[in-house]
């Protein structure tokens, strides 16, 4: 079946840890995004790719560094200078050349850093 | 800076009520505005608007967009438990950064 993947579901890691958190997809998008959400702050940008080996930042890009180095993977990495990694965190791919801008999403990461 | 401002940030209804949720923008080389409906965990697509004044709809729900006033609405008709969700409203530049708001809290009283 055709769609994108997160893992892990729920990931536990200790205060001054880098973790990493996978995002796949199988769909042929060009373009990937990660969001971060909190409660009561919507979705918010980390960062996104249009292409392979080509990134930008989103609105809090602090804390956080991602690769691009295949098509299908996108991964994102909470280093240890993120000052609150506690969160969900939202994958997301959209064919650019489709027309349709049509985001399509992963199940999520629910991270918490104790 | 772009934003995305949505309103109400909660809202409670009876079932069978009419609703209305706002979203306006500020947003460099707007390309289009989404809808999206949470209600556990990942967000689904419910619309997608580019052009000014044209109606959106499916089944009971419809959307709107003003590009001259900046803003978007999202009704909701003959309102179900099952509408009760997290609205998300999102805003996409032409740079392809996608900016979202921070969504209407909508819970519908059986």
């Known amino acids: 079946d055709g769609g994108i993947t997160q893992s892990p579901k729920y990931l536990f890691r200790k205060e001054g840890q880098n973790v990493t958190l996978s995002c796949e997809q199988n769909l042929n998008h060009d373009a990937m995004y990660w969001y971060r959400q909190d409660p009561g702050q919507g979705l918010r940008l980390i960062y996104y790719?249009?292409?392979?080996?080509?990134?930008q930042k989103g609105d809090i890009a602090e804390g956080y560094s991602v690769s691009r180095e295949k098509k299908e993977s996108f991964p994102l990495t909470v280093t240890s200078a993120q000052k609150n990694p506690t969160a969900f965190y939202l994958c997301?791919?959209?064919?650019?050349?489709?027309?349709?801008?049509?985001?399509?999403f992963g199940p999520g990461t629910r991270l918490t850093v104790t | 800076e772009d934003k995305v401002v949505q309103s109400p940030l909660s809202l409670v209804v009876h079932e069978g009520d009419t609703v209305t949720l706002n979203c306006s923008y500020e947003v460099t080389n707007f390309r289009s505005l989404l809808w999206y409906k949470q209600e556990k965990k990942a967000p689904t697509f419910l619309f997608m608007l580019?052009?000014?004044?044209i109606e959106k709809k499916s089944g009971r729900l419809s959307s709107i967009l003003d590009k001259k006033e900046l803003f978007s609405i999202l009704n909701i008709t003959a309102t179900q438990t099952g509408d009760s969700a997290v609205y998300l409203c999102?805003?996409?530049?032409?740079?392809?950064?996608?900016?979202f708001g921070k969504g209407t809290r909508l819970h519908i009283l059986p």
């Open positions: 790719s249009q292409i392979v080996n080509d990134f």
């Open positions: 580019t052009s000014s004044g």
């Open positions: 997301a791919s959209r064919d650019q050349a489709g027309g349709s801008y049509e985001q399509y």
């Open positions: 999102a805003v996409e530049s032409r740079d392809d950064k996608i900016i």
